[in-house]
């Protein structure tokens, strides 16, 4: 079998960097306009020449999401916009959902491959065909499929068009992304790129004047807009969903004939990122290497559990919703683990490292490298950048170096983190 493609999201270009060193088959990234994720950092054109060369000289893929639905005035700037993408920045192939953009791509960069977006929820596989005709070359399944839906929709299309599918990350209160709570609150529009999150923000039950149910729901800044709805033992975190976790089921997802595995979270830190794409990536190549042998490494999970995350679910996969498989009974986040650094090099038996949180010296950290695994150490003596002795490192950003209780040598762009303790003032990375 071809062997399954690992793709990771790219908020920047700190993330497309950090995606390639812990394993990406591919990058998804966007521009300043036509990507459904405005606030992540996002791509100049300078920046993505670089990201996309960057990641054409290591042997990884690079999409471009142009997934937004299209208003007139978009229209304008469309045609540069998949001129530069294809012609300047060379991308790989781009994201699309609308069917006006799709129109134009073909028009105007005829050779430019095209993949239909999750936001077109595609939901059988005469959608799937459709769009094949069209030229696409890949399709983003809706997230509400489970995989014997997914199975059977493979037996029914050409083996060369290809299924990708979201195996990890947050999932949404609204169909294959299609929400329209943001503009209702805030006038953000989230199928334009501007989501404003509001299935993340805490509601209450104001239970004066609903004459059936006896209750509205009231966003805590909005309380002059109330919606009827009924409480149940759950509460009223009705908007929210847990994290969808696959990473237990990667030989179920390749056997049902998934092309790509996709990671979702370009708004999230490179923490994440390379967690995320390390755990699915040395499960794929244990699966290709392995075969029948294949064993899960409890490894994978202590890895992803270290991340800002809410609880984890199997999402439509196997979970008849109904069932309540997607209930968050509160709006907290899991926030185990707080990045203190990321390596940078090594000179005169110290690590240099760019602070992202306060360490002490005495401190045990974790580290995340990108090939292997590293047992936690003590931080025996820090360094400012002039190489003073300090007891901390209080300021952001700062560079320090570090004198290890370990013989363990930690690569370029190792993750430093620890267990929490926010009585130290260190605030949980993404």
Known sequence: ??????????????????????????????????????????????????????????????????????????????????????????????????????RRIRKIAPDLEIHISTQASVTNSEGLMFWYEQGAKRVVLARELSLEQIKEIRSKIPSDLEIECFVHGAMCVS????????????????????????????????????????????????????????????????????????????PELIRAGVDSFKIEGRIKGAFYTAAVTKAYREARDLLFEKGEDYKTDPRWNEILDKIVHRDYATGFFYDDPKKNA??????????????VGVVEGFEDGLYKVSQRNKVFRGDVVNALVPEGYVEPFEVTELYDEDKNPIDSTPHSKMTYYMKIASDQFLPPMTFLSRDGDKDQGIAPQK
Not at 17 to 45: P, Q
Request: glycine residues 8%; contains cysteine.
């Open 1 to 102: 079998m071809k062997k399954t493609e690992i793709l990771s999201p790219a908020g920047d270009l700190e993330k497309l960097k950090t995606a390639v060193a812990y394993g990406a088959d591919a990058v998804y990234l966007s521009g300043k306009s036509f990507g459904l994720r405005t606030f992540s950092g996002n791509f100049t054109h300078e920046e993505m020449i670089e990201g996309i060369a960057y990641a054409h000289e290591r042997g990884v893929k690079c999409y471009v999401t142009m997934n937004i639905m299209a208003h007139e005035t978009d229209l304008k700037i469309l045609d540069n916009e998949i001129l530069f993408v294809a012609n300047e920045a060379h991308a790989d192939a781009v994201i699309v959902s609308d069917a006006g953009i799709f």
């Open 175 to 250: 169909y294959s992304g299609r929400c329209l709570l943001s503009n209702y609150y805030t006038g953000r529009s989230s199928n334009h790129g501007a989501c404003a999150q509001p299935c993340r923000w805490g509601y209450y039950v104001d239970s004066q004047g609903n004459m059936e149910t006896g209750s509205y729901i009231v966003e805590e800044k909005r309380l002059e807009d109330k919606l009827p709805i009924e409480e149940d033992s759950h509460g009223t975190y009705i908007f929210n969903s847990k994290d969808i976790s696959m990473i237990d089921h990667v």
């Open 326 to 339: 997607q209930i968050v009974e509160d709006k907290s986040y899991n926030k185990p683990a707080f990045v």
